[in-house]
């Protein structure tokens, strides 16, 4: 499968870890949005260019799975990965290291699609600019 | 001083705890929040009636101070007072209460303004819609 | 399949929405959470009672598939089955009504396994605090 | 006033604004504690140091004024201040910038105390590795 990588540092704060000491599991979704913003940065898609096309692109779809706890003091790394697909729709894979431990605490799987801003509709096709998005891009094997 | 009051019981979710295994002293800005809207419920102004009448109501300035932690498990009820004040903002005070363990848990304050949806610019006068609602209230003295 | 069911009424918090309107969709995870507090008073099996036998459950899996919004103003209802297994984990369905359009919002799956508090290891077969609870329950059909 | 200063910067997450498309109030205690991990790093003082000297330090007060709204998509630097004080409290003044506008979005405090994690009751006097943690600072004027 063609992909498009990017990974983020991402400290634990305090006030994301639970009763438990460790990093509440749906924290992990924020994980994922921090690694999502940096993946747009990195391949200029950021949300606010998909918004002035006229598109949110609302998740519709999460996923993790949960290997190892991340305790309070400890870094966490998220690589993510955009698969390519045909559809309309944007499919990003996490991996979430605690970077202390070195073990993988997570992995996990968004996907997202397109609506329009201006009545809350789906787009189904791809929208123009997407596609020329994801001509100039240099996708590599997974 | 005259006031308006309600309360609201909020179950404690395990999710607002933190690693020292009680309520994260932020998260008392959400019990706030439950209780601002437990105050819009009882006496008819509620955030999006706020909002019909082209206002949001930000708020400007919070306080918390913490007397008792609240563990997990256990619940709370927040008090809350409306202060009448001439000016164009609006200041509500709170008691936690830790309605296990009978403590005061917290105290605390929020002040907000008018600020217009169109252009979000400051109303520095009562709007009207709110002198009328205020006027149809029965003001307690606190 | 053998279920126990339960549900909840969820307010949305002003807090918990984001900038498109409408409730974050990583905060469905503290709606689970919500309900899986519900199920455990009904029940008779809540988080402090596993705790007390020695046990963790933290969640190893979650996912979330979101079919409409929940806009500010509006209220969920959760809806929690729990399956029946043979194996040492608890399964539980989500259903997310968004009960002001009566729409399905959002319907989701988390699994929680046994661990033990003492050394944070896994416990691989059901504890027997957990079989007798099961026997106890007059399961269902789902 | 004799202090010691830090600053971080923190982007601002998608799920940190709310649906007036900016950070949510409550978010500002997140921004604060960011600033008060980059002190602690900075400094030699992180909240585990202070947990293996036996002391949790928990926040009793905090206040925020906010100035100026940050959107999403802008970038937030936050400035921590800590206050030499007498007593046996910890007090950080915090002022947050919009990097993008560079106008001051919020100013704030909070104050900690030292409570021994053995019993959960306050210390009234400064514990000893603290004392000698401020003698070796080099503190300058406000």
Not at 61 to 84: D, M, N, R, T
Not at 111 to 140: A, G, H
């Amino acid at each position: 499968m063609k992909v498009l990588k990017s990974s983020i540092r991402v400290p634990v704060r305090f006030s994301e870890t639970d009763a438990m000491g460790v990093v509440w599991h749906g924290n992990y979704l924020k994980f994922f949005e921090d690694a999502r913003e940096q993946f747009g940065k990195d391949f200029g898609i950021q949300y606010l260019d998909v918004h002035a096309q006229g598109y949110f692109i609302p998740i519709v779809k999460s996923e993790i799975s949960h290997k190892a706890s991340i305790f309070y003091g400890e870094e966490a790394v998220v690589h993510i990965i955009l698969e390519q697909h045909d559809s309309a729709k944007i499919v990003f894979r996490y991996k979430v290291i605690n970077d202390t431990t070195k073990q993988v605490a997570a992995t996990g799987m968004t996907m997202q699609v397109f609506m329009f801003v201006s009545d809350r509709t789906l787009e189904l096709i791809k929208p123009e600019f997407y596609k020329i998005w994801e001509m100039k891009q240099n996708w590599i094997d997974a």
